[in-house]
C-alpha cells in the first residue's frame, strides 16, 4: 500500500524530517550538557562544603559535622550520571542522524535504509515505518 504512493521525492522528504529531528535532539544535547555542569558544580560546592565542615568544626566529632550534608551527594551524583548519559545518547542519536543524511544526499538509497535501521534514537515503530517507506522506493 505504501510502496505504490511512494516516489523519489519522498527520499528527500524524509531528509527533511531527519533534520527536524536532528535539531530537537542538538537542542536535547545542549540541555543535558548544560544540566550535567550544573550538576557537576553542585556536587564540587558540596564537597567542599563538607570539606570545610569537617576541617573547621574541631569540637564535634568529624561524622557528626558532616552527616547532614553527605545526604546531599548521593542525588547529585545519580543526577550528574543520568544528564551526562542522556548528553551522549543524543550525541549519538545526532550521529546516527548525519549518517543516515549524508548518505541519502549523496543518493545511497540503500546505504540510507541502512543507516535508517541502525539508528540509535528512533523508536521501534518509527523506525520499521522509515524502513518499509525507503525500501518500497529502492525495490
Known sequence: MIAQSINDDDIEF???ILENEKKNHCRMR???FGLFVFSFVLL???MGLIAYTLASDQ???IGDAAL???GILVPLCAAMIGFFTSWCAAQN???SIDRSLYAAHAQKYRLFAGFIGEMQCAGKKKRSV???MIGSVIA
Do not use: G, H, T
Open 93 to 95: 542519536c545526532i550521529n
Open 59 to 61: 569540637q564535634k566529632l
Open 14 to 16: 524524509l531528509a527533511q
Open 30 to 32: 545542549s540541555l543535558c
Open 68 to 70: 547532614p550534608y553527605v
Open 44 to 46: 564540587l560546592m558540596a
Open 130 to 132: 522509515w524502513i518499509e
